[in-house]
């Protein structure tokens, strides 16, 4: 199937700094990404969609100044998370929704762990 | 909008088998069902389209009735290597995916 990578797998960051979270699918192009965030034992809940060349889109609730993102390009969306804080720590985990496949099928990225100190 | 997963766990021996049911108070697009390993990120199994369609995975199979907008996942002679979280995804038509709380299966020897 599809690739969707993640960059970096575990970050560790003191509070009150930027970290960047790098998505990329490696073999087909996403024209759309999705950011989704999981608290350990909990379900993924979705942050954002990433739009090629436009603004992303956010659900309820997420703050757009504390969570950046940013898709430069068709394999590439990035989310920063600004000035970081302890509840910030979280599992972190992009997908990508592969066009070439007959069903639309969405990949995830295998995740990264922030944890902010 | 978030989909209702039940049971919320599930504890079976080898070669047992086990449904796990994803039901959602709004009209389906499509269900996608995916895996969780403690630690990774979610594994895709299968995605169901409306038209009620019902899918097979080896031993995991699926099924989608649009019209109760419900969808099962059947996993058939369970093996040590199907223990983990199952989420379901809804798609109601927006292009995004929501996810249930997840059901999580652990297989004893």
């Known amino acids: 199937g599809a690739v969707v990578s993640q960059h970096p797998s575990r970050v560790i960051c003191k509070s009150g700094t930027s970290v960047k979270i790098e998505c990329r699918s490696l073999?087909?192009?996403?024209?759309?990404m999705f950011w989704y965030r999981q608290f350990p034992k909990k379900s993924l809940m979705l942050m954002a969609t990433?739009?090629?060349?436009?603004?992303?889109?956010?659900e309820q609730g997420v703050e757009k100044d504390k969570f950046l993102i940013n898709h430069a390009s068709l394999t590439l969306s990035t989310l920063t998370v600004t000035s970081a804080h302890p509840e910030d720590s979280s599992f972190y985990i992009c997908s990508a929704r592969d066009p070439g496949s007959r069903t639309d099928t969405q990949y995830f990225g295998p995740g990264t762990r922030l944890t902010v100190l | 909008q978030q989909p209702v997963q039940s049971p919320q766990a599930v504890i079976l021996r080898e070669g047992e088998d086990a449904v796990i049911n994803c039901s959602s108070s709004?009209?389906?697009?499509?269900v996608h069902w995916y895996r969780q390993k403690h630690g990774e990120a979610p594994v895709f199994l299968m995605i169901?389209?409306?038209?009620?369609e019902q899918k097979g995975h080896e031993k995991i199979s699926a099924s989608f009735n649009e019209k109760k907008q419900q969808s099962s996942l059947y996993l058939t002679a369970s093996q040590l290597s199907y223990s983990g979280t199952y989420f379901c995804?809804?798609?109601?038509?927006?292009?995004?995916?929501?996810f249930g709380k997840g059901t999580r299966l652990h297989i004893l020897p």
């Open positions: 990433s739009n090629e060349g436009s603004k992303a889109t956010y």
């Open positions: 073999d087909f192009q996403a024209t759309t």
């Open positions: 709004k009209a389906l697009y499509s």
């Open positions: 995804g809804t798609e109601s038509g927006s292009d995004k995916i929501i």
């Open positions: 169901l389209l409306k038209g009620g």
